[in-house]
Every structure is written in C-alpha cells, then in structure tokens.
C-alpha cells in the first residue's frame, strides 16, 4: 500500500506510532487500520484500537471507539494512524467544512479501510424532491474528495413520519445504483418538541427497524437510558442493523453548581427558593459522593467518565462508540478503552451514581416530560443543547441552536409548579436543570 505519510503536532506519536496484533481472540488492529503498518520494535506512545466488530449487515469491521465530527485535521490523521477506522460527520457540520477537512485527510490513508458516515437534515422535515437529495450527496462527495460515501443518513429524526420520506428513499435508491452511496440509516434523539411527546426515542427507532429499509443507526445508548436503549439495541441485532453510538457519557460536571449560584450573588440576584432547593439537595450528595468517590479508590471524575464509556464498549449489541476527541490528550484518555470491558467495581460505582445523581441528567430522548408542559417548552431538545455546552465542549454551536428556538426558552419555568417534574419517570430535578440552560445558553446584554 502506498500512500503519503501525514503530519501532527506530535512528534513522538508519528515517530512510534506501531499497530500489531493486539492479543488472543483480538482482531489485528494492523489488518484493519487504514494506515502503513511502522517498525514493530519502536515505543509505542499514543494507544491504537484493540477491538474491531461486525457493523451489522454492513459487513464492515468497524473500530470499536470511533471519531465524532473530528475537530482538527491533526486529531483525525493521529485517529486513523491509531486504527479508527469510522468517521461520523453531516453536512450541516460547521457549514459543510467538517467534510471538507475530512477530504483533505482522506486522500492520504486507503479509502477502502474507512467508513464515512454523514447526515442530511431536511428542511421543515422534508426534502425537496429527489433532485434535491441527489444534488446535496453529491455536494458532499466534492467536499469529501470521495466518490462513495459509505452511509448516508436523515439527520435527527423526531418521529416515526420522518422515517418514510420517500424523496430521500428514492434518491438513495438511485445514488446506490450509481456505486455513489453504499448503505442508509437515521440518526435519533428522539422527538424535539411538545407536539409529539409520544415519540420517544424508542418507538422513533423501532419503527426505523421494522421500515427494514435502514441498514445503520447513530443512536444514544449510556448507563442512564439503558431502559430505553436496549430494546432498540435488541432489535437491530436481529435484523442486522449496525449501531454507531453517540451521547454515550451522560456525567455532568458537578463543580458548575457552585457556580451558578456565586454568580447570582455577585448579580445580587434573587435566588429562587427551587433553585436553592435544587443546589442544596446538591451540595448533600456532593459530599456522600466524596465518601463514597474515596472508599471505591476514585480520585476524579475522569475515572467516573472512564466507567461510563467501558459500559458502552461492553455491549457487543453496541458496534462503536463515536466520541467526539478535542485533542491528542483526549486520545490518550479514551482510545485506550478500547478492547477493554467494566470492571465489577465499577459498574457499582454507577449504579450509586445513577442513585445519588439520577436527578441531574436528562435521559434525552424520553420526552415523557413534554406532554404535561402547559408552556409546550421543548425539554429533550434544550436538555440535549446543554449536554453539547457542558459535556462536548461545543459552547458557541450551543448557543447557536438555541436562539434558533425562538420564545421556546425557559424563562417561565422560574414561576411554574413543575408539571415537567411530577412527569418525570426518573425523578429528574427538570426545573432546576432548565434554569442551568437559560442561565449558559442566552447571550447576555
């Protein structure tokens, strides 16, 4: 195989970088990687992928930690040189320029050895016509500097109507037949807004597998929606469906509950009674939290992240997980899970965590909440903006999606009872969490 070699920003990474067999009953990481094997005797630094699996009935082995819409063109060459083998990313990524990075890395590693997968939103939830969908794919091949792109998806279906939106069907029928696309799938967080709370993201997705006409998924799955995952999960191994995971670490950053507060009193604003309530029901299992943190042997919260994604990655229902790597140390703190499978120790930690801090994470796509809001304010989809601010890092296009809600804001729910609350299955402090969305995610004066 000859190809170019590409260039970061770390020297030793590039100098040592080794893919070999990984271990007895592995798949070799050399056989599926899309980069030329290096000198098996140099140290090796940056850990590489140990796992492949089958993605459905796609046939393709597939890295078990893939690449999230990657951030730079470095972090992307150091994940394909390290065996990632899956690319997730749409043409509504930073305005089709995500695709158009990844063409330029594409061009120096094997084609063949790697898996794109991108998205099409439709406008209003529908396309224009099949001409429509053809013109945009073959958009996205120009950006991509690919003539196939292995999947393509409707982006964020919110309902089970979505599913039969027969211009993308037909233009997918037309694109494969053309060698230009291989497979189709959907990408879920179940349903947006208020009007259809009986679309949770389960039913939106198990209708998906009975329409039997989409071969791969981009779903949520994570310790905290497992009740509503695993059903999805169930399914689509029987029919063959391929799994690609997002969202699959739900823990909030505690810390930013102090925050909150210490600024409304340096605003000298009133803090409202729930609000307290909410924080110092907070601050009481903060504490049980650090006991029980010290008695386990945990030191910080990465090792808290590290047991959510093991709980993943333990699946083998779950084909790969898409994690979205900022930088070259979020690739040595998560790539080296791959192969590996949740210790009994830790999957004790999250039970106790799922039991003390349940209340603060939002199990989106339950949307369960909805129907008993009278203000008809969109919780799963305002909860899904503040795990994009919080967790992925992704403040501005937070921000950004936000504002595109209009007055579907929570600037009400300060006053409300809390119909969201007495809603919720899971006990979720929603009142409290909405104040955090309004609070990170308006732009002040």
């Known amino acids: 195989m000859n190809m170019k ?86 043409e509504a990524y930073d305005n089709g320029n995500n695709e158009v990075m990844i063409g330029k890395v594409l061009k120096d590693f094997d084609r063949n050895g790697i898996f794109i997968n991108s998205k099409l939103y439709s406008e209003e939830k529908k396309f224009n016509g099949t001409e429509d969908v053809l013109n945009r794919v073959r958009k996205a091949l120009e950006r991509l500097q690919t003539d196939y792109i292995d999947c393509v998806q409707i982006h964020e279906v919110t309902k089970t109507d979505d599913l039969k939106e027969e211009n993308f069907h037909a233009a997918m029928e037309q694109l494969k037949a053309e060698g230009r696309v291989r497979f189709t799938g959907v990408s879920c967080h179940g349903s947006a807004h208020f009007a259809d709370p009986e679309e949770t993201i389960d039913k939106v997705l198990l209708a998906a597998v009975n329409d039997g006409r989409f071969d791969v998924f981009l779903m949520t799955y994570n310790f905290m929606n497992a009740p509503l995952a695993d059903p999805v999960l169930e399914a689509c191994e029987k029919k063959g469906i391929g799994t690609a995971i997002m969202k699959s670490n739900p823990v909030m950053i505690y810390e930013i509950l102090d925050g909150y507060v210490k600024r409304m009193e340096e605003r000298g604003d009133t803090i409202p009674d729930y609000y307290k309530t909410f924080h110092d029901k907070y601050l009481r299992q903060n504490e049980y939290a650090k006991d029980f943190f010290s008695n386990y042997h945990y030191k910080s919260s990465e090792e808290l992240i590290e047991a959510a994604q093991l709980f993943v990655l333990s699946n083998p229902k779950a084909h790969t997980t898409c994690i979205d790597f900022r930088n070259f140390t979020d690739i040595e703190n998560l790539l080296k899970l791959s192969g590996r499978k949740l210790e009994s120790s830790q999957a004790i930690l999250l039970d106790h965590y799922k039991e003390k801090f349940g209340y603060l994470n939002c199990r989106i796509g339950c949307n369960i909440c909805a129907g008993a809001c009278p203000y008809f304010m969109p919780v799963s989809t305002l909860m899904r903006y503040q795990y994009y601010f919080h967790i992925k890092g992704d403040q501005k296009y937070a921000m950004e999606l936000y504002q595109k809600l209009g007055h579907a804001r929570p600037d009400v729910c300060q006053t409300c009872p809390g119909y969201c609350e007495d809603a919720c299955p899971f006990g979720v402090a929603v009142k409290g969490l909405l104040a955090m969305v309004k609070e990170d995610l308006e732009l002040k004066a």
């Open 5 to 90: 070699k590409s260039q970061t920003n770390r020297r030793n990474f590039l100098k040592n970088t080794t893919l070999g067999i990984m271990g007895a009953g592995m798949i070799s990481a050399s056989k599926f990687s899309a980069y030329p094997k290096q000198d098996e005797d140099e140290h090796q630094e940056m850990p590489v992928v140990k796992e492949y699996r089958t993605l459905g009935r796609t046939g393709f082995k597939v890295s078990d930690i893939s690449s999230g819409s990657p951030r730079s063109e470095a972090v992307l060459r150091a994940l394909l040189q390290s065996g990632v083998n899956f690319i997730d990313t749409g």
